[in-house]
C-alpha cells in the first residue's frame, strides 16, 4: 500500500466479533473506509481469516 500523509487520513474504528461473540474494535488513520479495512486485514489476522467478522467501520471526527 503506497505511503499516504497523516494530514490527508481520517481516524476509523473497526469493530468485529470474534468466535466467542466478544466484540473487539481498533483504530487506523486511512483515506476511507475500504483502506481501514485494508489495513485491518494487513494487521489483524482475525480479521485477515474472519473477513465476516467485521460489523462496522465508523469514521471519527
Same mark, same amino acid.
Given at each position: 500500500?503506497?505511503? +499516504?500523509?497523516? #494530514?490527508?487520513?481520517? %481516524?476509523? @474504528? *473497526? /469493530?468485529? %466479533?470474534? /468466535? +466467542? &461473540? #466478544?466484540?473487539?474494535? @481498533?483504530? $487506523?488513520? !486511512?483515506?476511507? !473506509?475500504?483502506?481501514? *479495512?485494508? *489495513? !485491518?486485514?494487513? $494487521? &489483524?489476522?482475525? @480479521?485477515?481469516? &474472519?473477513?465476516? /467478522? @467485521?460489523?462496522?467501520?465508523?469514521? %471519527? $471526527?
Amino acid at each position: 500500500m503506497p505511503s +499516504t500523509p497523516l #494530514k490527508s487520513c481520517n %481516524k476509523y @474504528v *473497526l /469493530s468485529y %466479533k470474534d /468466535s +466467542t &461473540n #466478544k466484540t473487539h474494535e @481498533v483504530g $487506523f488513520y !486511512a483515506r476511507d !473506509a475500504y483502506d481501514c *479495512l485494508m *489495513l !485491518a486485514r494487513e $494487521f &489483524n489476522t482475525y @480479521v485477515q481469516d &474472519n473477513p465476516g /467478522s @467485521v460489523i462496522r467501520i465508523q469514521q %471519527k $471526527f
